[in-house]
């Protein structure tokens, strides 16, 4: 019971992080002179707070529902162990830190800082859904 409360606190902080994204990538957008909702100006580059905010929420766009989905997959087969609760956290984590490094910096290097966090998301998605491949030839 207490890998899954690892699990469905890693959830919980993912979602909350996601509502975050959203909100400040709304916000800061709106302060802008001229904004037009829905619409981030096309002449804009990782120079532009606008722009990272915007990019940030729609990275977790791109990664988050892959990530639920292969989570939900491992509640639903019965996945039950440490290193399930343990990646779901890791993801949680990875994501945070992506958001506030890709906030604070404004680089067009790549790799750049938080593309190690979004690397370390991604091998977390990975080592779940090779669990649940694993859980499978087990059954």
């Not at 956290?89 to 750049?112: D, G, Q, W």
């Amino acid at each position: 019971m207490q890998e899954q409360m690892l699990v469905y606190t890693g959830v919980v902080i993912i979602l909350a992080t996601w509502i975050l994204q959203w909100a400040v990538a709304a916000g800061v957008k709106a302060k802008q002179p001229q904004a037009v909702p829905g619409k981030v100006p096309e002449n804009i580059s990782h120079e532009s707070l606008v722009f990272r905010t915007h990019r940030t929420f729609m990275n977790t766009l791109e990664n988050v529902p892959m990530f639920l989905a292969t989570v939900f997959v491992a509640l639903f087969m019965g996945l039950n162990s440490d290193w399930f609760g343990y990646w779901v956290m890791i993801f949680a984590v990875a994501r945070i830190l992506h958001m506030v490094l890709y906030y604070a910096i404004a680089t067009e290097k790549n790799p750049s800082p938080r593309s190690w966090f979004f690397a370390i998301g991604a091998v977390a998605n990975i080592a779940i859904l090779i669990q649940c491949v694993l859980h499978l030839t087990a059954m």
